[in-house]
């Protein structure tokens, strides 16, 4: 019995609009996926699922019908279940485990009954529940995956939660960052629309470090969360970079996803590029490429390593070739050439890849006279991302790594008291899940401390 | 009152107000040198201003404004009374002329404006300063009464309708002409004149500070829009700046970058015009 292949919208038609690409199980498909779980007893997949959750028992209640049951398992230790479903790399953790990966028809599509049970219960308004005893005051930081995930949990155990977003919108990279055809943006407000009726309150518009200080919100709360993400972008360091025409992937993608300047009535501007070449290639890469192909460009990818060091999710590089974005590997930029200050084109050179580097992949070397030159009008950079220095240049008494991460152990704490951090902002960029089981981890020991504290 | 409810609105001269707007937690912490973003209403892009005075009294916050695209208009139309969609801030790090004695402020345009609270900061500290205004013409002046009552202010126009004849280079030149001595000059205003000022400061063996007004997104350094080249390095306007040392910036690249959206702007604002 071979995996269910989930329907997509037609690349032909889906490179002219921003809706969602993957469009979900139907309740027959997802039966029949539900139905290739074979229940492991000792199931391997939960190895691989960094926040544990409960998969052969979750799939086997889609298979008997129970799809409350479902979405409670789910919710035991995932909650964004609809977010993750469609954007966690399960085929490096859950999946990769799954016993029919090789010789069964391939492993069972955990992530897309996932999302499944998830949609589900958002169609059907299913709502957490709530604790009421409102004993302590905790404030959270920032509003992605990690933030979100302390801020439900904590109020889920009867915590006056109060979020400071530094944007006008709360989600972090789910509304800045990954786009619309991805993620659309309205299960995000309906995943937050949640929080709100456990209670929490959000305050956007609020810059901690800036508006107020970390030391202010220690006087006023109980404990502190920060969840600010690794938001600030690396450049290529190359001779052309701040050409008009140039954009970091953060900035192209905030434009478009955040302030919808895809849509007439958005006042936000954007450059449309007919031919724009997007370095990098993760997910960041991918979105950003997509992106540009549905506003129209033909999109060159650049990058240094080969297909197999890729490091986006397996679907989306799928999804991008499916869409035209051409591939233009073991190729680095090394100037960004530019006419009246705007962008003409790139020189490059060819690469081949040597010894393995301390991250285990093969070491990308410099081709001798392989210096040649394309044309394109727009360049996105997408290299990675590092923490923005707010929070570290206003509170002096916080300890960070030499890379800007903030400090903290496996349970969140951080050197001062009372103040737990989590995810991008102590990971640097890393994947939502680990945001998340962050951002729990953090709740259950703020949750210890402020217990303890009371006896 | 309401979150970033318009308290008042005031025609300071043709096309350019001032604006108070009730942001308790911005008016706070402000501090001279910083700006605030902002949008109108759900569609609005996100614009910086700089603060150009604050109460924390009263809560308030003053921005002005020069009406010259979609957001600025779309300003100019909202009435007292109404409220902003969004008004985050203080953003960027406040002017510190701590070690300076004796300092040359120079506003050029709208930029008049942003050297008022540094003024006022001076004037409370005691310091010994000098105020040059540079603009157009006659029209193009306001504060200039509580400018003068802060400091010697010496006025510049391009026609001569009301000061002296000239560019504010000019004025610099004719003021160490008479012998007067600065530690610092610190400019702000459109990028050409900020670039002829810090050069003119760097012959006179004076150093020099200018505030850049780059582009921006979100102010928090999450984007890279608003970079600028600063001693051969990328530094981020929004959390390394808006001020730099004068003499280190590159102009002509920040004057490039400042037009990328010339052209789509221009369209915007034909549509708001009919
Ligand atoms: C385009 C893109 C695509 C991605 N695709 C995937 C994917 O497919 N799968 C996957 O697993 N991961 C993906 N990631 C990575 C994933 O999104 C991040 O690892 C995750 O969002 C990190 O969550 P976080 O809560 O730590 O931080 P963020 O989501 O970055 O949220 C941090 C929040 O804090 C706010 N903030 C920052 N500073 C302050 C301050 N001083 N005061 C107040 N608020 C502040 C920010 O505005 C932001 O809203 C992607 C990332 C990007 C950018
Ligand atoms: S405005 Fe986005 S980084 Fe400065």
């Known amino acids: ?455 | 009152m309401e979150k970033f409810q318009i308290l008042s609105k005031t025609d300071l001269c043709p096309r350019v107000k001032e604006y108070v707007v009730y942001a308790p937690m911005v008016a706070r912490h402000a501090k001279a040198g910083q700006f605030v973003i902002l949008r109108t209403d759900e569609n609005g892009e996100r614009v910086p201003f700089t603060i150009c005075d604050y109460s924390r009294e009263n809560c308030t916050v003053s921005i002005m404004v020069q009406e010259v695209g979609a957001t600025t208009m779309r300003l100019a139309s909202m009435k007292v009374g109404e409220c902003l969609k969004d008004f985050v801030g203080p953003l960027g790090n406040p002017t510190d002329l701590s070690q300076f004695d004796s300092i040359l402020l120079v506003g050029g345009g709208i930029g008049s404006a942003v050297i008022y609270p540094q003024a006022k900061q001076l004037k409370a500290e005691n310091k010994n300063f000098e105020i040059i205004l540079g603009a157009r013409n006659k029209d193009l002046f306001f504060y200039l009464d509580e400018f003068k009552s802060l400091a010697p202010t010496h006025i510049v126009t391009d026609d001569g309708s009301i000061g002296t004849k000239g560019l504010v280079t000019d004025k610099i030149n004719e003021l160490i002409g008479e012998g007067k001595r600065f530690d610092v000059i610190f400019a702000v205003g459109p990028l050409p004149m900020m670039k002829f000022v810090a050069k003119l400061a760097t012959n006179l063996g004076i150093k020099s500070i200018v505030s850049m007004n780059s582009l921006m997104v979100d102010g928090t350094g999450m984007c890279g829009c608003c970079r600028v080249t600063v001693d051969g390095k990328v530094k981020y306007a929004c959390i390394d700046g808006p001020e730099f040392d004068g003499s280190l910036v590159d102009y002509d690249e920040a004057i490039t970058r400042s037009s990328t959206y010339r052209e789509i702007e221009q369209t915007h604002v034909c549509n708001i015009r009919g």
């Not at chain 1, 997509?8 to 969602?20: C, L, M, S, Y």
């Not at chain 1, 919710?75 to 279940?81: A, M, Q, S, V």
């Not at chain 1, 070491?363 to 570290?392: F, M, Y």
Request: glycine residues 10%; hydrophobic residues 40%.
């Open chain 1, 1 to 455: 019995m071979d995996r269910v292949v989930m329907p997509t919208q037609n690349p032909a038609e889906r490179i002219h609009n921003f809706k969602e690409v993957a469009l979900g199980f139907t309740p027959s498909l997802a039966l029949e996926e539900a139905s290739r779980c074979l229940g492991c007893k000792n199931p391997p997949c939960m190895a691989g699922c960094p926040v544990g959750v409960k998969i052969p028992t979750f799939i086997s209640q889609v298979k008997a019908g129970d799809m409350d049951g479902a979405y409670r398992t789910i919710t035991i230790d995932n909650n964004l279940p609809a977010i993750c479903g469609r954007v966690c790399p399960q085929e490096h953790q859950c999946e990769n485990l799954c016993v029919r990966k090789v010789k069964l028809g391939g492993s069972v599509a955990i992530g897309a009954l996932e999302r499944y049970v998830a949609d589900w219960a958002l169609d059907n308004g299913v709502m957490p529940e709530k604790r009421d005893s409102n004993r302590f005051k905790v404030a959270v930081v920032g509003s992605g995956p990690a933030g979100l995930t302390c801020a439900s949990d904590l109020a889920k155990a009867g915590v006056n939660v109060t979020i400071f977003e530094a944007l006008h919108e709360v989600g972090g990279v789910l509304v800045y960052g990954i786009p619309e055809f991805r993620l659309p943006k309205e299960l995000v407000k309906k995943e937050i629309a949640k929080l709100a009726s456990l209670g929490v309150k959000i305050e956007t518009n609020v810059v901690v470090g800036k508006t107020i200080f970390v030391h202010e919100l220690l006087d006023e709360f109980d404990a502190v969360f920060i969840g600010t993400g690794a938001g600030l972008p690396m450049f290529l360091g190359v001779k052309g970079e701040n050409l008009s025409g140039v954009y970091s992937a953060n900035e192209y993608l905030t434009r478009v996803n955040l302030m919808k300047a895809y849509e007439e009535s958005s006042s936000t501007p954007i450059l449309k590029g007919k031919s724009v070449v997007v370095v990098g290639a993760g997910n960041v890469a991918m979105d950003a490429s997509r992106t540009a192909r549905r506003l129209g460009a033909e999109v060159t990818l650049v990058y240094r390593r080969s297909r197999a060091e890729m490091p986006a999710r397996e679907e989306e590089i799928l999804h991008a070739e499916e869409e035209g974005i051409k591939f233009n590997l073991l190729t680095n930029p090394v100037e960004i050439l530019g006419e009246g200050g705007k962008v003409s084109g790139m020189r490059l050179v060819k690469m081949a890849l040597g010894e393995p580097d301390a991250s285990g992949r093969r070491r990308p070397v410099v081709v001798e006279g392989s210096e040649h030159e394309i044309k394109c009008d727009q360049v996105i950079v997408a290299l990675g991302t590092s923490p923005n220095p707010i929070i570290k240049n206003s509170f002096k008494d916080l300890a960070f790594s030499p890379k800007g991460t903030i400090l903290a152990d496996e349970d969140g704490k951080t050197n001062v008291d009372r103040l737990y951090a989590g995810g991008d902002a102590i990971t640097g960029a890393a994947t939502l899940i680990l945001a998340m089981g962050a951002g729990k981890k953090s709740a259950s020991s703020i949750l210890n401390q402020l217990q303890s504290a009371e006896k």
